[in-house]
């Protein structure tokens, strides 16, 4: 099984381009999440979906947008990306929102704003 | 505001024991999980804790204390291969909140 998929693996984009970043899960998971991970920082919450057709902001939002029109996929859209922007995503999907429910990364997409 | 402290960097001996501790200030707690993260690869599970007291797994065993905000993970025998980040996290209003890693190294 693919598990949680992420699309594309890298990226180098021009500042104020815009680029959609993908996740695609086959768990039907409910929930899912975007984060970035900087270094000395950690993972951070962009934008999360507690179920499709929901979306919620997390602590970094600003700059980034979502949807979730089905359950397997949820992509993330930088409108117009910033350098600050550069950093590694990660989007992560879960069964559940109860306390105990795993969350399960995919692969990572790795983007440099020039 | 979240606040979730654990030590940037330990190094120990292969066959050793390491203890990372984490330390947290969250406005809700559902539970605390540790993540291992290789270098380049995404974050994997290795444990859950919502009630006091050791959870044991293999090699791998976590302890937390709810009262004094506190949770460590403990890795015994170690292997080479459990050269690694690995972040705490809090389950706060069903979000994870996570601390900015541990990365361990193991020397021969």
């Known amino acids: 099984t693919a598990g949680i998929t992420q699309a594309p693996t890298s990226q180098i984009l021009a500042a104020g381009r815009s680029m959609t970043l993908r996740c695609t899960q086959d768990?039907?998971?409910?929930?899912m999440y975007w984060y970035r991970q900087d270094l000395g920082l950690g993972l951070r919450l962009i934008h999360y979906?507690?179920?499709?057709?929901?979306?919620g902001k997390g602590e970094v939002p600003d700059g980034y947008s979502v949807s979730r029109a089905n359950t397997d996929d949820f992509p993330l859209t930088l409108a117009s990306a910033v350098p600050s922007q550069t950093s590694v995503y990660f989007c992560?999907?879960?069964?559940?929102?109860?306390?105990?429910?795993?969350?399960?990364f995919g692969p990572g997409t790795r983007l440099t704003v020039l | 505001g979240q606040n979730i402290d654990q030590p940037t960097e330990m190094t120990a001996t292969e066959g050793a024991i390491v203890q990372i501790n984490c330390t947290y200030q969250t406005s809700g707690f559902n539970g605390l999980f540790w993540y291992q993260q290789h270098a380049g690869e995404a974050p994997t599970f290795l444990s859950y804790n919502v009630l006091d007291g050791l959870e044991e797994k293999g090699r791998f065993s976590s302890f937390l204390s709810r009262s004094k905000g506190y949770s460590y993970l403990l890795l015994k025998e170690l292997q080479m291969k459990d050269s690694a980040s690995y972040l705490c996290a809090v389950n706060d209003d069903y979000k994870l909140s996570f601390g900015a890693g541990t990365t361990v190294t193991v020397r021969a």
């Open positions: 992560a999907s879960s069964d559940g929102t109860s306390g105990g429910a795993e969350q399960f």
């Open positions: 768990m039907r998971h409910n929930a």
């Open positions: 979906s507690n179920t499709a057709g929901t979306t």
